[in-house]
């Protein structure tokens, strides 16, 4: 007759056994963690400030387009919203910024004869190496860059500086930025140098429409780049 022989095995403790599944469960979601982290919210950060941001790319710095005797920090760069509080660009009468009879490349303060606004951005060339800053559309309206002004220094003072001491309407010139010596002398050409910070002072074209205050506004600037940069900002506001 056979005999079966019941023997005993010592098994896994109930408490060692939960350390080991709860040991398990933090391993694998330290793994998912750390995947998700690296492989979907790294995209998520497209800020031009990111520390991620494209080598070949323009940043937007700052901005000014107030109504300011020292727009972007400089003397005598300033616009006029007296009569309309709007970043003006053309009109029909006295009261409504430029008027038929002024010439649109007078400074705006010039009250008997106005001519257009201007805005200020600062921009920052990520890139080691230079680019050319080919034009800037403001609302989809071109301006290019005023080989006149090219050399001078950037003096708004005056009417009779359109084309020399500022850009004419439709135009932009580009300054060094408030930190740099001899910052109010205008670039001889359209380069800006591997990772410098300028200024550009742009004085709108009469081709646009008149920019209400707070109104948002399309920057697109054209470097040479695979794509140019695009940004907004806002009428009557400063941001640097």
């Given at each position: ?17 939960t350390m080991l599944l709860l040991a398990i469960t933090v391993a694998g979601a330290v793994v998912v963690s750390s995947f998700v982290s690296d492989g979907f919210f790294s995209g998520l950060d497209q800020s031009p400030s990111s520390v991620e941001a494209s080598a070949d790319s323009i940043q937007l710095t700052g901005y000014d387009t107030r109504d300011s005797d020292t727009l972007i920090n400089v003397v005598n760069l300033d616009n006029n919203f007296v009569n309309e509080p709007k ?154």
């Amino acid at each position: 007759m056979n005999k079966i022989i019941f023997g005993t095995r010592r098994a896994v403790s109930e408490t060692i056994a939960t350390m080991l599944l709860l040991a398990i469960t933090v391993a694998g979601a330290v793994v998912v963690s750390s995947f998700v982290s690296d492989g979907f919210f790294s995209g998520l950060d497209q800020s031009p400030s990111s520390v991620e941001a494209s080598a070949d790319s323009i940043q937007l710095t700052g901005y000014d387009t107030r109504d300011s005797d020292t727009l972007i920090n400089v003397v005598n760069l300033d616009n006029n919203f007296v009569n309309e509080p709007k970043l003006c660009a053309k009109g029909n009468d006295l009261l409504e910024c430029t008027n038929a009879l002024a010439d649109i490349n007078n400074i705006p303060r010039d009250l008997a004869n106005p001519g257009t606004d201007f805005i200020a951005l600062q921009l920052r060339n990520m890139s080691p190496n230079s680019v050319f800053l080919q034009n800037i559309q403001v609302n989809n309206i071109l301006h290019a860059w005023d080989i006149g002004t090219a050399d001078n220094q950037l003096d708004a003072s005056s009417s009779l500086n359109a084309g020399t001491g500022y850009p004419r309407a439709g135009f932009f010139s580009i300054i060094k930025s408030p930190d740099r010596p001899n910052n109010e002398i205008q670039f001889p050409s359209q380069e800006v140098r591997g990772n410098e910070e300028v200024r550009v002072i742009i004085k709108l074209s009469e081709n646009l429409s008149n920019i209400e205050m707070w109104d948002s506004m399309q920057i697109v600037v054209n470097f040479g780049g695979n794509v140019p940069a695009d940004f907004i900002v806002l009428s009557g506001d400063a941001k640097w």
